[in-house]
């Protein structure tokens, strides 16, 4: 970190009135929640995901703003961080995304299951029949016994709690570089392109192994089944457009908390392509429902009229908080709290405050972003909103 960051974590933090698209707005910054791996429930682990809400986050937030009981929504709420820590503190998680993936990792996260239920279901699961379907397209990442393990297993695995717990395990480990992983070597966070997969094992002189999927969903559901889980049955999730979330009673929720989509630095669709083969989905009938653009003024109308629905369902005096981070769009570095708070303005938010959390780069995030150097974030940049 830059020595003046370090500085101001030194001090305790720094608060002071700037200037943001012409408005006064108090601006916090320091080290408010410590981001490291592992941290935190062991379901949140259950998936690698790329751009993912830190649990610390939401975490802090809903306990500084939110009582026992109350109604937390996440409009953007991808693999659930928020909707998971609002039922884990005593509120009532509400989830909404477009994309089938969070929600169908979410749906893990929900009862607790229990490991001799996990054994025994993969004892139900009938292997025997020999699967070589489109194998041709997945000869370079699975081993052709893997592939047809993971064909009968999709086919068996119904919509319950331990078969949704298998499902979602079956997702983190599809791909990674390791043992543990089902495929040839590759990264575990993101799905590469079949070529690159395909040249990256050429290139290690490997060739994908038998990599029996049994033995390892039951290691992966005991590291992740460590933490038990509060159940909330009152929590809701919802494959719906944040903009039109009208499911939702105008004034019912206590508190927003959310991260929307990165302005075109994370690829969701086809950093994921394995997963939504796994599920059964279309991934380019997926992309044209996903909001993925480049174009600013097509990204800030889209934030925009989320955040006019932000406004219709949140109560009056309650608040919302949007967190974003630093990109580099077309050469020039954006900070993404000067879009959020002139659109607070538009869409009827009072702005209370900016909160600027430091952190490093995750390395992956510094591996992968497709704005080179600065298309990560290294910041945290949260937009504390409330509607009078």
Not at 138 to 145: A, L, S, V
Not at 202 to 225: L, N, S
Not at 357 to 366: D, L, T, V
Request: charged share 30%; with cysteine.
């Amino acid at each position: 970190m830059q020595k003046t960051i370090l500085d101001i974590i030194e001090r305790g933090g720094k608060s002071e009135y700037e200037t943001i698209a012409g408005k006064q707005v108090l601006v916090e910054r320091g080290q408010f929640w410590i981001q490291k791996q592992r941290q935190g429930h062991s379901m949140h682990y259950i998936v690698p995901y790329q751009a993912c809400f830190a649990p610390q986050i939401p975490k802090f937030f809903i306990e500084k703003y939110s009582k026992q009981g109350d109604v937390v929504l996440d409009p953007f709420c991808g693999r659930c961080t928020t909707v998971f820590e609002a039922n884990q503190l005593g509120r009532i998680g509400f989830g909404v995304d477009v994309s089938p993936l969070g929600l169908e990792i979410a749906k893990a996260k929900r009862e607790n299951v229990k490991l001799i239920e996990v054994i025994n279901r993969l004892k139900e699961i009938d292997f025997s029949k020999e699967r070589k379907e489109d194998y041709e397209e997945f000869k370079n990442i699975y081993h052709p016994k893997t592939y047809s393990q993971l064909l009968n297993i999709r086919s068996q695995l119904k919509d319950t709690p331990v078969d949704n717990l298998i499902q979602a395990i079956i997702l983190g480990r599809l791909h990674g570089h390791s043992d543990a992983f089902f495929s040839v070597w590759t990264f575990n966070v993101i799905s590469l392109a079949k070529d690159r997969i395909k040249n990256q094992a050429e290139k290690r002189g490997i060739k994908p192994e038998f990599r029996d999927i049994v033995p390892r969903i039951i290691k992966k559901a005991k590291e992740v089944m460590s933490d038990s889980i509060i159940e909330q049955p009152k929590s809701r999730l919802w494959r719906a457009d944040s903009r039109k979330m009208g499911f939702i009673d105008s004034n019912s929720v206590d508190l927003i908390v959310t991260s929307p989509p990165f302005l075109n630095v994370v690829n969701y669709i086809d950093d994921n392509w394995l997963r939504f083969w796994f599920l059964g989905f279309d991934k380019e009938k997926l992309r044209k429902k996903l909001i993925q653009t480049d174009n600013l003024a097509e990204y800030t109308e889209f934030v925009k009229d989320s955040m006019k629905e932000m406004y219709r369902v949140l109560k009056h005096n309650k608040n919302c908080i949007i967190e974003v981070g630093d990109i580099k769009h077309k050469s020039k570095k954006l900070y993404m709290d000067h879009l959020i708070v002139p659109l607070a303005e538009q869409t009827g938010f009072e702005v209370e405050k900016v909160m600027v959390n430091y952190m490093e780069a995750p390395k992956i995030s510094r591996a992968f972003s497709r704005k080179g150097k600065y298309g990560g974030t290294k910041t945290n940049r949260c937009v504390v909103m409330k509607k009078l």
